[in-house]
T-cell receptor, first 114, second 114 residues
């Protein structure tokens, strides 16, 4: 169990640029989740996958956001035309399919928009 | 829909003193409950979980929590805290149907001083 890995750990970019984050889940986990965490708040759900299928998307996930998990393994989260309000920590988590199994989190990607 | 309320945004305590971090939830369906800890610039680490059975659950680092269905609470306790317990603590719930995602509280910052 190597844990959930996220890359990069930090990303600084100018407003209007596109950014892409990668998440590698624990290898035997079918489910993969993306959350966003702003200062002083708990993580807020963005979207989740079971294998390669995207099963649920939050209303927080505007049309500038897109997530993929093409082969049911790693996932990418892309933000197009970044805005100041996108500055946050983006957390990835994974879990087995069985109900009640806890989600295991990566260390996150901290995005700063200049 | 579910909601989680963590009643204290910050709890200051002296080393070796006991502590209780409060969590209340609201849900129209049965839920599983979790406590996570987050150290600075890191992801979330699972402390403990309640799925069913005994309402007193023990977790890592000497923490325990008690599920109270009638009061819809899941308070976290530790009899004697250490400086190293200084961190942000999040309570979270997920419907036990198996097809949904975690809803987090806003977190409680535990500040342990010598």
């Amino acid at each position: 169990d190597t844990g959930v890995s996220q890359d990069p750990r930090h990303k600084i970019t100018k407003r209007g640029q596109n950014v892409t984050f990668r998440c590698d889940p624990i290898s035997e986990h079918n489910r993969l989740y993306w959350y966003r965490q702003t200062l002083g708040q708990g993580p807020e759900f963005l979207t989740y996958f079971q294998n390669e299928a995207q099963l649920e998307k939050s209303r927080l996930l505007s049309d500038r956001f897109s997530a993929e998990r093409p082969k049911g393994s790693f996932s990418t989260l892309e933000i197009q035309r970044t805005e100041q309000g996108d500055s946050a920590m983006y957390l990835c988590a994974s879990s087995p399919t069985q109900g009640g199994q806890p989600q295991h989190f990566g260390d996150g990607t901290r995005l700063s928009i200049l | 829909a579910q909601s989680v309320t963590q009643l204290d945004s910050q709890v200051p305590v002296f080393e070796e003193a006991p502590v209780e971090l409060r969590c209340n939830y609201s849900s129209s369906v049965s839920v599983y409950l979790f406590w996570y800890v987050q150290y600075p610039n890191q992801g979330l680490q699972l402390l403990l979980k309640y799925l069913s059975g005994s309402t007193l659950v023990k977790g890592i680092n000497g923490f325990e929590a008690e599920f109270n269905k009638s009061q819809t609470s899941f308070h976290l306790r530790k009899p004697s805290v250490h400086i190293s317990d200084t961190a942000e603590y999040f309570c979270a719930v997920i419907p036990n149907s198996g097809y949904s995602t975690l809803t987090f509280g806003k977190g409680t910052m535990l500040l342990v001083s010598p």
